[in-house]
């Protein structure tokens, strides 16, 4: 009888230990195929992907090797600074540092890097700390860069021979306008007796020519430049900028006898304040323009914080603009007949709209004939640069 139940007992304990070895097995296939997927998402990724521990690189993915133009094998146990250009080896390696000793430092960041044949590349690497084979060490992805850099550079370098070109052409250009404007000045000046009406009338006709072609001149390079050169975004006040504009419109608001309202509440903004200058000057300018004979005239700056963004209004009391052209005011050298304006050239508006889309936001008009017009504009809350969003 005790054979019997020492019997059953071993069988009972052998059956346990086949189940054992099944559920031991099932996990070690789930665990080679977790593995398997594991490689292939690895091998096949993008990205180049490596560890790095103790200032060595213990592992590497094809990407990563084809990046640096190595054979796979040998970056094993190369030091991870070879693959840094001299110059960014103190930033890599002060990154590398923080992270082992538990800070936060930049979780994604550019650095040049050099090739096996001694060439520097641009790479954006993400990184974060893991423990490998039981060991502190650095997870890194990184893309190369390259291309994308030397179209930043081509770009910086074609901005600058645009801003060159742009001061020549506009001193070439103005040189001339300069002594024409002076030379009738003088005319009028001591001449004025010895003309009749008519020679009058051409001299007045040159310089209404001159100050045009002078505006014009301006407002291409303001419209050239509002697009294609490189802007600088900083924390500014926007009041500050608008009183500097108002400040500098004096004159046209005096003889205008315009009353301005401007709101309380104008908050600091993210932009590039000379654009943004540009912005305004060229809203109330525009706003005068359409003042027409209005009795009263009056331009109102307003805010609205709407959350995700800035919202400035310029208003006015004049004649108004047919919401048939409300799309039509923003196009290039389109100036409507209501404004009446023999010294606009056309780019004003244009000039705005580019500003405001190269900040990321939006402009358009509220207006119907008679009833006045409100330009609105719109800038996001953001702390960088939107060019690199």
Not at 198 to 211: C, Q, W
């Amino acid at each position: 009888m005790e054979e019997h139940a020492g019997y059953e007992a071993l069988e009972e304990k052998v059956n346990r230990l086949e189940k054992e070895l099944l559920n031991c097995k099932k996990l070690e296939t789930a665990l080679s195929e977790s593995e398997q997927r594991w490689k292939k998402l690895v091998e096949n990724s993008l990205t180049g992907i490596y560890v790095d521990q103790d200032g060595k690189i213990i592992f590497a993915n094809e990407r990563f090797a084809h990046i640096y133009r190595y054979p796979r094998g040998e970056l094993i146990g190369i030091e991870s600074c070879k693959l840094v250009h001299p110059k960014d080896r103190a930033f890599t390696d002060e990154m590398r540092a923080r992270r082992l000793r538990g800070e936060k430092p930049l979780s994604e960041y550019d650095a040049r890097g050099l090739t096996k044949d001694g060439k520097t590349i641009w790479v954006r690497r993400m990184n974060t700390d893991i423990e490998y084979q039981g060991k502190l060490s650095i997870l890194g992805n990184l893309i190369d860069i390259t291309e994308e850099k030397r179209f930043e550079e081509e770009l910086e370098e074609a901005n600058v021979e645009l801003r060159e070109f742009m001061d020549v052409v506009s001193h070439d250009l103005k040189t001339p306008l300069i002594s024409i404007r002076g030379f009738v000045s003088r005319l009028l000046r001591n001449h004025a007796a010895q003309l009749n009406e008519k020679g009058m009338d051409y001299l007045r006709r040159i310089e209404a020519s001159a100050e045009r072609m002078d505006a014009l001149i301006s407002d291409l390079r303001a419209f050239l430049t509002s697009g294609h050169v490189s802007y600088e975004y900083q924390q500014v006040s926007s009041r500050e900028i608008i009183e500097n504009v108002v400040n500098d419109l004096e004159a046209m608001l005096k003889a205008k006898k315009v009353k301005l309202i401007l709101a309380e509440d104008l908050p600091f903004i993210y932009c590039d304040p000379e654009k943004i200058y540009h912005v305004f000057q060229n809203l109330i300018e525009n706003a005068v323009k359409y003042l027409g004979d209005t009795p009263s005239p009056r331009i109102e700056i307003r805010y609205l914080d709407i959350g995700c963004a800035h919202q400035f209004s310029v208003s006015d009391n004049g004649i108004g603009i047919d919401p048939e052209n409300h799309e039509r005011v923003f196009k290039k050298f389109q100036r409507l007949k209501e404004a009446k304006d023999e010294k606009g050239t056309g780019l004003g508006l244009a000039i705005v709209k580019r500003i405001v889309e190269r900040h990321g936001g939006k402009v358009w008009v509220e207006s119907e004939l008679g009833k006045g017009a409100t330009f609105v504009f719109n800038l996001p809350k953001c702390g960088t640069d939107p060019q690199k969003d």
